[in-house]
């Protein structure tokens, strides 16, 4: 996931929408048993301004397969999270950095899943886990 500062700043392509794949690494996942289902789709718009800083705003979208971490019931889930990212062509910088007219989106999407994902996989609201605390002991 790459924007090419310097090809749009030619073409004066100041501002776009982009839409794409990402295969995300399983080492994001923190949930014991889940896994990605499917590439990550990512989807934003940029603006570059006239310092040649970048500002994405978009979501990533994706879904998380695999046993439900109350019941272990096979199962799926959709998740949206929100990617939002400041480039600037600055070493040392608050925000994200870039160099050499290249800003490679890696570190915003992969940060935007993380911020994105659940704590845990849960099967739904009728998930029969927790009957079995239910019981009163014999």
């Known amino acids: 996931m790459i924007l090419e500062i310097r090809k749009l700043n030619a073409q004066k392509k100041y501002f776009g929408n982009v839409e794409t794949e990402y295969s995300a690494p399983k080492t994001l996942i923190e949930i014991p048993f889940v896994d990605f289902a499917a590439p990550?789709?990512?989807?934003?718009?940029?603006?570059?301004?006239?310092?040649?800083?970048?500002?994405?705003?978009?979501?990533?979208?994706?879904k998380l397969k695999g046993q439900c971490s109350h019941c272990l019931k096979e199962t799926e889930t959709d998740v949206v999270g929100e990617l939002n990212a400041y480039f600037q062509p600055v070493k040392d910088c608050e925000d994200y950095a870039y160099a050499n007219g290249v800003v490679d989106l890696k570190q915003?999407?992969?940060?935007?899943?993380?911020?994105?994902?659940?704590?845990t996989l849960s099967?739904?609201?009728?998930?029969?886990?927790?009957?079995?605390?239910?019981?009163?002991?014999?």
Not at 54 to 62: A, H, L, Q, R
Not at 108 to 119: G, R
Not at 123 to 138: I, M, N, Q, T, V
């Open 40 to 62: 990550v789709r990512v989807c934003f718009e940029y603006e570059i301004f006239e310092d040649d800083s970048v500002e994405v705003k978009g979501e990533v979208s994706y």
């Open 108 to 119: 915003a999407v992969e940060d935007a899943i993380m911020a994105s994902m659940p704590f």
């Open 123 to 138: 099967c739904g609201a009728d998930c029969k886990s927790l009957e079995y605390f239910d019981e009163p002991s014999k």
